[in-house]
Each structure stands twice: as C-alpha cells, then as structure tokens.
C-alpha cells in the first residue's frame, strides 16, 4: 500500500525470451516490388507518357525516358516500393482507359505486372 492509502500493483515478472524465438516474432519485411510495364506496338507514346504522368506524378520527360526504355528494351521498371503500393500502381496502369491517340481502336489496357525485387 502506499502513504496516500491506495494500494499499488506491481506487474507480473517478464517472461524471458530466447533469442531464436524473439526472431521468430518479429515480422518479415517483404522485399520492396517493382510495377513493370510492357511494350505492345499499338499504344501511343502519348498515351504511356500521359498515364504514367497521371499515375505517379512523374515529370514529362521522366514519362517520356522511362516510355523509351521500355519501348527499346520490351519491358522496364517504373515503379518501385511497398508491394500493397505497387499493386495498387499496376491496377491504376490498367485502368487508365483507352488509348485515345491511337489511329486504329485500342481500348485494352497497358500490360503490367508486380514483381518482387532481389533483397
């Protein structure tokens, strides 16, 4: 009891933890994913470069390197992070509506997928 008449608590000891079993506690941190995106040959330049601009608030001319490389190379990373976020990124690439630049009707979405990256 302390001076003031109110009686005090103590806390229960702590229960000591190996450190093989406190590692197995902690969460595993998922490795950061990449959104990769897909060259075809019937989106327009300005339509990849207007829905990366809308997408992830890109600059024109990052837009307009990142639509270049995956257009030279078939296929590149433009997006990178927290895989809930890329996901949500890759969706948002997919529904960016269609492609309104194009001569002939392209009304399919861009191609691009989640992947994780090393580490």
Known sequence: ????GIATIEAPPEEEVSSEE?????????????????NDDLHTFAYVIETLMKVFGYSEQKCYDLTVQVHNAGRGIVWSGAKEVAELK?????SAGPDFYAQKKVDFPLRATVEPLPG
């Open 22 to 38: 406190a590692s197995r506690q902690k969460p595993k941190r998922l490795p950061p994913h990449a959104v990769v995106l897909y």
């Open 90 to 94: 890759c969706e948002q690439i997919r």
């Open 1 to 4: 009891m302390s001076h003031f």
